[in-house]
């Protein structure tokens, strides 16, 4: 009966271990990349873009979660799992290698006596004969069972949940300001010591956006397996210090650090919420959402739950310089693939959890949340904020009148402003003060938020 009882209580462990969640939300990070700047390895081409390793990490991460949440992904249903990507290339192209990894081998075929010649298009038949001769008269809708699943895009000026940055316009004034503000200067300082020894071996770093490219460059280069500039060697002093230059100064400059975290975090925060109230409330037959973004997106999340911040990873930095232990452990930079992972319980008292690189963090004060109590906490960690506060605070607040006269005069108004902003802007380019917004506008063709 010993015997008996012990079994009963491992087998109930491993049932209760292995719960399923009825609703999944996934924010990840595109794969490897080539670096935004071949500033510090000109044999980089196709800059911005994703490498097939980035594709390959995610098929492998895909292929990982459908391990890990079976009945969510056993096939693929259009009212189930819904998936969008941020407007650029090496978000597009990780999705859709990741879905390729969920749904491998899991598209279906037609009956053995389907006529075939109803899948054909109509074009050049001498052509779609060797084309259909080819095919070796497969059945499945797609070679290998392949599984074709829609992916969203927005205009990135639009998408104020995964790209907050481009779709608030006073951002860019935001991230002029802090180019050049104290805690830039003070972390740009505290490494003269590496920027000095960095020039002996001929990197010259200059400022905070040099630490930018060569940061981004050394990260880019290990995931490819490819040489360091300058004989730098990785978890060397040198390495350590511009890796942690370029993870604060993207921290700071893109994700909405510090007071503007709210304004980051909240539109896709807020989403999150209403997904999981449908869901709970029976409005939405989704158990699945995956948003393909970048690392900036994650942390403004990861900034509004207090798990990463530049004053961590400053702290994490300095003390294992000095031969000490990180006191922020969990403060850990997305890395390419990285990803947030939100799971629903749908039980009588709904709950939620969160897990960051596949490990959990906790929100709520614990592992696990209510979600009554997680719509709280978003309000608390964004400090109530609201779409009419990320409005005013961005510039998008849009006049609303019935009155003619009204339109008419705020047409003709904002006609001026332009106007007047046009020729200001024109006469600001031929200052000097213009070299800081030109290099923004450069970096963020490749290395979007």
């Known amino acids: ?76 249903d259009p009212s189930k799992i819904f998936v969008r990507s941020t407007d650029v290339n090496r978000t597009i192209m990780s999705v859709y290698s990741q879905l390729y990894g969920l749904f491998d081998g899991k598209g279906n075929s037609f009956p053995e006596d389907f006529p075939m010649n109803l899948t054909y298009p109509p074009y050049d038949q001498e052509i779609i004969d060797e084309v259909v001769t080819q095919l070796e008269n497969t059945t499945s809708y797609l070679p290998f069972n392949y599984q074709a699943v ?172 000095q031969g000490r232990v990180i006191p922020y452990p969990n403060c850990t930079y997305p890395t390419f693939a990285s990803q947030l992972i939100f799971e629903l319980y749908n039980t009588s008292e709904p709950y939620i959890k969160v897990f960051y690189k596949g490990a959990p963090i906790p929100i709520c004060g614990s592992n696990t949340c209510t979600l009554a109590k997680f719509g709280q906490y978003i309000q608390t960690i964004t400090s109530g904020y609201n779409q009419d506060q990320f409005n005013n605070e961005c510039g998008l607040v849009t006049p609303v009148t019935n009155d003619s006269s009204t339109a008419w005069a705020w047409i003709f108004g904002l006609s001026a402003t332009v106007l007047t902003a046009a020729v200001l802007i024109l006469y600001s380019q031929r200052r000097k003060g213009v070299r800081v917004t030109n290099r923004l506008k450069e970096q963020s063709k490749h290395l979007l938020p």
């Open 1 to 76: 009966m010993l015997h008996l009882f012990v079994f009963s209580c491992l087998f109930s462990g491993l049932l209760a271990q292995d719960a399923q969640p009825d609703m999944i939300i996934e924010v990840f990070r595109h794969g490897a990349r080539a670096p935004s700047s071949n500033q510090y390895d000109s044999t980089w081409t196709n800059l911005g873009e994703l490498t097939e390793v980035g594709m390959r990490m995610h098929y492998v991460l895909g292929k990982a979660l459908a391990l890990k949440y079976p009945n969510i992904f056993q096939s693929f």
């Open 150 to 321: 829609p992916v969203h895009v927005m205009a990135l000026s639009r998408d104020q949940q995964l790209t907050p940055g481009y779709a608030c316009p006073n951002a860019q004034n935001w991230q002029n300001t802090r180019i050049n503000d104290a805690n830039m200067k003070g972390v740009f300082n505290s490494l003269s010591d590496i920027t000095s020894k960095l020039k002996d071996k001929g990197i010259i770093v200059n400022d905070m956006w040099d630490y930018f490219n060569l940061g981004d460059t050394l990260a880019c280069n290990i995931a490819e397996g490819k040489p360091l500039p300058g004989g730098i060697k990785e978890g060397d002093e040198l390495f350590n210090g511009a890796i942690y230059a370029f993870e604060w100064f993207t921290n700071y400059m893109f994700a909405g650090a510090g007071n503007l975290i709210p304004t980051y975090s909240f539109a896709l925060l807020d989403q999150i919420n209403t997904w999981f109230n449908q869901k709970a409330n029976g409005k939405t037959t989704l158990n699945a959402v995956l948003l393909s973004a970048h690392d900036t997106t994650l942390l403004s999340l990861l900034g509004a739950f207090g798990v990463v911040t530049p004053d961590c990873l400053t702290q994490n930095y300095f003390n294992q310089s």
